[in-house]
Every structure is written in C-alpha cells, then in structure tokens.
C-alpha cells in the first residue's frame, strides 16, 4: 500500500452566474490489487466532501462524490461489511445468487441515493458502490476488492478524524441557486459560505457585463422587509403618506452606475 498526500490545491471553472472556487484540502490515494483508489476531501461554496475516484489497470476512471456525513455512513457501512466477508466461506460457483449479490444496502443523501452491493463473480469478491441522483443523470459507481475494504475503511476514517472536527462551522445542505430573466437581463440568486459564514450572491449578467453584490445570511430578512415594503408602496401609490421607511434604512440616491465589477469577495 501507498499513500499520497497533498495540500491547498484550487481550481477554477466557469459559471454563468459566478467565478467558483474548488478548494482541494487532501488527497489520500490507496493501491488496492491492481486498482489505485483517490481520496479527494473538498470545499466548495456549499461545504466539504469527498471525491472518491477509481483508476483502473486499464487506465479507465470512475467516481463518486459524497458529503461528510454520507462518508462517515459509508465508513459505517465498509465495517459491517468487512465483517459479513470475513464469515464467508471460500468461493462456491453453485451458491452465489444469479446476480452475484451477497450483501446490499442503500444509502440516501437529498437527491442522492448510493447503492451498496457485496457481489462475487469469475474473479473474486467486490464491494459496487453506486451513485444515482433522483432527478435523472449518469450513473456512476466504483468497485473495492473486497479484500481492500477495512484498508478503505481506515483512509476514510483518517480524513474524516481531519477535516469533520469543524464541519459544525459549514452547512453542507444549502438551497440550490435560482435563475430569473427580465428583458435582457438575468438575474442569478446563489447561496454560498466561507470562513465568516454563508452569503447570497445576486449576479446581474448580460452579453458583456457582469456585476454582483453579496448578502450576509443575518441581514437577509432586513433585505426581505425593504424590498416588500417597496412593492407594497409601488402596488399602492396613493397611500404614499403612510407607513414611510424607518430612519435605519434611509433612500439614497443613484448617480450614474453606481455598481461595481463583481471581484468575487464575499462577506466583507
């Protein structure tokens, strides 16, 4: 067996709302028969999780992403598992199951479900994980040599033991962006966090221009309240004399463009 690890990887991508940011934490790569298994623990906007990739002796590549707290299930999951092996007797042809299961669970995370099957055939003993999202999508699935899961178990275990002390600090199921067009404009409302917590990003995109500004979660019903007051003061222009807007949150004036380039800083 061996290891690799590495540390402060970023990469970049492009978004139609937004520059995002990948942050590689770690890499944990295990040799296991003839496969090479990649650990990839990650950060994005919306948390940490885990890259598992498989790399064949053919070269092929297969992955799967999970949260933390899926990997600390599958970790759960590879134990129980490793333990149902190890009662097995030597391989008989004549009781393996017609489709070569011998164990089975299922594992669910928001759109996610991971399947889990213990499975034999001509050459030997494997765990199939599997990973299909609900809302249609590829499915994509990797394959432990039964013989290699506790060593599996104990890398995950290892990232998990690092980087969930502080996973308390990140909300990994956070809303899924939206997208408004008016006229030639689209508007695109992302929810993101960093270090100082979670934000809202809202892009105004067109052919050639981009700007943004970036709202901190504890002023977002403030943001809610004014707007609402707004549309209610549009909707009802006669009632202009009542219920005016508070002195903490005083008009100001637009002149010119007052909007900036969006540099990607959150949370100021």
Request: charged share 25%; glycine share 8%.
């Amino acid at each position: 067996m061996s290891e690799e690890w590495t540390f402060g990887k970023i990469q970049y991508w492009h978004d139609p709302s937004q520059q995002q940011v990948e942050q590689e934490l770690a890499t944990k790569m295990l040799q296991i028969q003839s496969k090479r298994f990649y650990l990839d623990v990650k950060q994005n906007r919306r948390g940490r999780f885990i890259k598992v990739a498989e790399i064949g002796a053919d070269g092929r590549r297969s992955q799967i992403f999970l949260a933390l707290s899926t990997a600390a299930e599958f970790r759960d999951h590879l134990s129980a598992f490793s333990d149902f092996y190890s009662s097995l007797g030597p391989p008989n042809p004549d009781s393996v199951p017609e489709d070569g299961k011998l164990k089975s669970e299922m594992m669910i995370k928001d759109n996610r479900r991971y399947y889990l099957d213990l499975k034999e055939n001509s050459r030997g003993r494997f765990l199939r994980v599997s990973q299909m999202i609900t809302r249609g999508g590829p499915r994509s699935q990797v394959a432990i040599p039964a013989q290699g899961m506790i060593e599996f178990r104990d890398a995950l275990t290892d990232l998990l033991d690092e980087f969930s002390t502080d996973e308390h600090a990140y909300k990994p199921d956070l809303p899924e962006g939206r997208h408004m067009h008016v006229d030639n404009k689209n508007f695109y409302f992302d929810i993101g966090q960093n270090n100082r917590g979670v934000y809202m990003r809202i892009s105004e995109v067109k052919t050639n221009f981009r700007a943004a500004i970036t709202v901190p979660e504890k002023s977002w019903q403030r943001f809610r309240d004014i707007l609402s007051e707004y549309c209610d003061k549009i909707k009802q222009p006669s009632q202009g004399s009542g219920g005016g807007i508070s002195s903490q949150d005083q008009p100001h004036s637009l002149v010119g463009n007052n909007t900036q380039q969006d540099t990607g800083t959150s949370l100021k």
